[in-house]
């Protein structure tokens, strides 16, 4: 109570004036999320703002003694960024020496003796970092912290107080706010008409849209580094628990653990610990009633760019559970309900004992499920603390040690440019990487480096960190059935950070005899890029209502490179006269049915129709009458067709079982006496996803600027590749004639996620 006193000067007349009050149960004057909301959450449509969510944490960390609310920064467009400290009031109290304590497990190289491991072991909590509402369209996100935080702030049941005692809570009510309050708004004004409780006709994140949770090892947004920055590098929580919603005809809720492949630089360790925990939240759920409940199943656990904590001694427990129509009930008829990769919609198995068997699905049942998983999950970090804090130290100290198969370290040479090379070693560091410069020349085998060369050692806490991101990645050949067609991955293939900047690395396997200095401070990008203002541009960025996350990405590299630009939208192509105002425009990645149609019959008349038939002449008068077309990968194949260019796509039509490379880096070989690849290596790389690849039908007409290698061994660079000699010295990047002007066409995307360093040029060149 004085606590409570010291916060909130309202209640220090009233508690003077009545000492009824004080002897009052706490949990009476905590606010209900109804108190603030006016509805409880999870009632049928209604949604609201971030910031009426923002009052009511602030009101329940002004009411109650378990729960801090910290403001970290600003999300891209302004909001509060917050995250909830929720733990007993004793542990709140010495937070400081628990965030210390977990700091120093982090680092076993810290902790001196047996006697200092074993007391910090008993003195330390298991710290467990719970995430919200990243997919703002997965909106019982929104509203299951909530119930979350309010059920912690005042349960006075066995199983709260062990949760309280035993662990530190960090809760971020939503990692993407500025999308809660673009979905809400979206939701609340299209409500009772044809609309309603369809996705917005935009980005729910201003850059990157639904890729904002691929971002955590690339660090490209703000709401990325607040998080990395704050609370995993400031915490180095335990377990990491993520809270999503997937379709609406599948399972009710997927739990880990993953399904196969694990990217091979995850301890082991780690997978054992999200099997328990998944499994034992699957089990409790089912006690509960909870049908539908998943585990082992579509998900798998390959990509850093979704696991930040699996290479920093922590577990990431997903959970997916089935949509509605935003907060719009939905009647699912049994027969629409279909399995999904590796369970059956209609069979108990195993990894899916209790089938939903369909019907009515609400909002208050994504809620109800959400915020059990996470009370379930919390219970398991409370009754296994020990277990938890020995093995995420033992985790820290088997990196520390080194694995035997490892190489010792990964060299980077200093020579090269100056920018990419920032930004690489800016994301190891970001990461926890300890970077070390090398005092005096060395040599790996028969290279010689001079003094200065940066070096990355394997024996340190986040060496697994480093090593997913500097070495190649072998993907395994997943098949549906023996000699059937790839089993796709969940995200993509490769994230070889080397590659994807164009820069040197050399792995030496041996350890390196030069003195290495301390770990260098390097300078790290940060925050959003500057607002600037391009209202005399000369370059037009075509951007879709169906808000298509490349066109995000490209605008995100524009701004940050500051490069000149427009947004063009439908209705400014069918006004014409583009060529007057433009000189280039890009059409990002998109199908060719989003560009020419848009968005469907249930849009207002505004927002439907895409550039139709009408904008489609205007774009091909454009070029006509000398504009530049630039066409990013499946755009690409749009344009061929559009305007009936000379160009084949030799892929089209071909089996995924004869050829397949869902996300992975390519070798592309430039023509260096084309303006696009001035500046350029003769060879570089493609970023390769479902790419269309090019036959060239009149070479008066085209000019090839890159292309694949022509021994199919030497396509594949990273990740996975099913028969490259589909690809092997066919057109990647050409430019086609067409009247006084020209179509740029990219079969690959040059500005992949922010992460494709190495050929942004091509599309700034293409773009000059
Ligand atoms: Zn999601």
New binding site residues.
């Given amino acids: 109570m004085r606590r409570l006193v010291a916060r909130c000067t309202l209640h220090v007349a009233r508690l003077a004036a009545g000492a009824a009050l004080v002897a009052a149960p706490l949990a009476a004057q905590i606010p209900a999320p109804e108190a603030v909301l006016g509805f409880v959450p999870g009632t049928e449509r209604r949604l609201v703002e971030w910031p009426v969510l923002v009052q009511y944490f602030q009101r329940l960390a002004a009411t109650s003694d378990r729960v801090q609310i910290r403001e970290l920064g600003h999300t891209t467009l302004g909001a509060p960024f917050i995250v909830l400290v929720i733990s007993s009031p004793a542990n709140l109290a010495r937070l400081d020496e628990l965030q210390a304590i977990n700091r120093q497990l982090a680092d076993p190289r810290t902790i001196r003796s047996d006697a200092e491991r074993r007391q910090l072991l008993d003195a330390g909590r298991t710290i467990v970092l719970i995430t919200s509402s ?2 703002s369209t ?1 909106v019982g ?1 929104h509203l299951s912290p909530m119930q979350i935080a309010h059920r912690l702030a005042t349960g006075t049941d066995a199983t709260t107080r062990r949760i309280l005692d035993e662990t530190v809570v960090l809760l971020v009510p939503s990692l993407n706010p500025d999308g809660v309050t673009i979905v809400s708004n979206w939701y609340n004004a299209t409500l009772g008409t044809p609309a309603e409780g369809t996705s917005p006709p935009e980005l729910y994140h201003r850059y990157v849209g ?1 890729d904002n ?1 691929r971002d955590w090892y690339a660090f490209t947004q703000v709401e990325t580094q607040l998080t990395v920055d704050s609370l995993h590098n400031a915490w180095h929580p335990q377990i990491v628990h993520d809270i ?3 379709g609406s005809f599948g399972s009710r809720f997927f739990i880990p653990p993953y399904l196969d492949p694990v990217e091979p630089n995850v301890d082991p360790l780690l997978v054992s610990g999200f099997t328990s925990l998944g499994t034992h939240m699957a089990w409790e759920m089912a006690g509960q009633g909870k049908r539908g409940i998943v585990v082992n199943a579509t998900y798998d656990a390959w990509t850093p760019a979704r696991a930040y904590q699996h290479y920093h001694a922590g577990v990431r427990i997903l959970t ?1 559970t089935a949509s509605a129509a935003l907060a719009t009930s939905i009647d699912v008829n049994p027969e629409r309900l279909r399995g999904g990769r590796n369970f059956d919609a209609g069979t108990a198995s195993v990894n899916f004992p209790d089938p939903w068997g369909g019907g009515r699905w609400t909002l208050a049942d994504i809620v109800d499920y959400q915020a059990s998983g996470a009370l379930s999950l919390l219970r398991h970090a409370a009754e296994h603390r020990s277990i938890w804090l020995e093995n995420f130290l033992t985790v820290g100290q088997r990196a520390v040690r080194g694995w035997d198969a490892w190489p010792w370290a990964f060299v980077i040479p200093a020579d090269q440019d100056r920018e990419r090379v920032g930004r690489m070693l800016g994301i190891l560091q970001r990461g926890g990487v300890e970077i070390r410069a090398a005092g005096a020349g060395f040599a790996v085998g028969e290279r010689l480096f001079p003094a200065g060369a940066w070096v990355v050692v394997l024996r340190q806490p986040y060496a697994s960190f480093a090593k997913t991101l500097l070495e190649v990645q072998e993907y395994p050949d997943l098949r549906l059935f023996p000699g059937g067609p790839p089993r796709p991955p969940y995200d993509v293939t490769a994230h070889t950070l080397p590659l994807l900047m164009g820069l040197d690395v050399v792995t030496a396997m041996d350890s390196i005899p030069v003195l290495l200095s301390a770990p260098a401070p390097l300078p790290m990008p940060h925050g959003p890029p500057p607002v600037r203002d391009y209202a005399r541009a000369r370059v037009g960025l075509y951007r879709s209502w169906t808000g298509p996350m490349d066109e995000g990405w490209t605008r995100w590299v524009f701004e940050t490179w500051d490069v000149p630009y427009r947004t063009v939208r439908d209705a400014d192509v069918r006004r014409g006269g583009l060529r007057r105002r433009f000189e280039a425009i890009v059409i990002p990645q998109m199908s060719a049915r989003a560009i020419t149609q848009g968005l469907g019959d249930a849009y207002p008349d505004s927002l439907r129709g895409g550039l139709g038939e009408m904008g489609v002449g205007e774009l091909r008068r454009f070029v006509e009458e000398g504009g530049t077309l630039v066409t990013l990968d499946e755009a690409s194949e749009w344009a061929v067709n559009a305007f009936e260019l000379p160009l084949r796509n030799v892929l089209a039509g071909v089996p995924s079982e004869d050829f397949y490379a869902p996300g992975s880096i390519f070798r592309l070989e430039l023509d260096a006496s084309h303006p696009i690849a001035r500046g350029m290596p003769a060879s570089s790389i493609a970023w390769f996803e479902n790419s269309p690849t090019f036959d060239v039908l009149d070479s008066a007409r085209v000019r090839v600027i890159g292309r694949y290698p022509a021994n199919p061994d030497e396509v594949l660079l990273s990740g996975w590749a099913l028969g490259p000699d589909r690809v092997a010295g066919k057109a990647a990047l050409v430019e086609a004639r067409m009247g006084r002007g020209r179509v740029i066409l990219f079969g690959f995307r040059p500005q992949y996620r922010g992460q494709t360093l190495a050929t942004f040029p091509l599309l700034f060149n293409a773009i000059r």
């Fill in positions: 990243v997919h997965e996100g639904h949770n999503h919603q997937q997916e």
